[in-house]
């Protein structure tokens, strides 16, 4: 049996006046349902199966394992078809600012 479900390509990008901060300094983190998909800012892909996730999204300064800075998340559902959902997280301006994230409408 092949097994459905979605591609989420999520676009992670800092607020254009703290990118060169962040592009030398910090790695933002996807969580899908509680599983870490680490690296660069930029776009990312991750599949999940049909059904109901919950995804967050954070940033870490390099070198660091366990800091969750500027979190946000959003719980979306996935048809039992084949399906891309495509959201965009992006990090705020100022020192404290979290994660804004936009795409399909929570299932």
Do not use: C
């Not at 300094?25 to 800012?41: A, I, Q």
């Not at 990312?44 to 109901?52: D, F, I, N, S, T």
């Not at 992006?90 to 994230?101: A, M, Q």
């Amino acid at each position: 049996m092949i097994a459905r479900g979605a591609v989420v390509v999520i676009s992670l990008r800092p607020a254009a006046f703290a990118a060169p901060f962040h592009s030398l300094l910090t790695r933002p983190t996807v969580e899908v349902d509680g599983k870490e998909y680490e690296g660069g800012w930029g776009t990312r892909e991750v599949w999940v199966a049909q059904g109901r996730h919950r995804l967050r999204v954070y940033f870490r300064y390099r070198g660091q394992r366990s800091a969750r800075f500027g979190e946000a998340g959003v719980e979306f559902t996935v048809a039992p078809t084949d399906q891309r959902i495509d959201m965009a997280a992006r990090l705020g301006p100022t020192n404290g600012s979290t994660f804004r994230i936009t795409g399909p409408s929570p299932g």
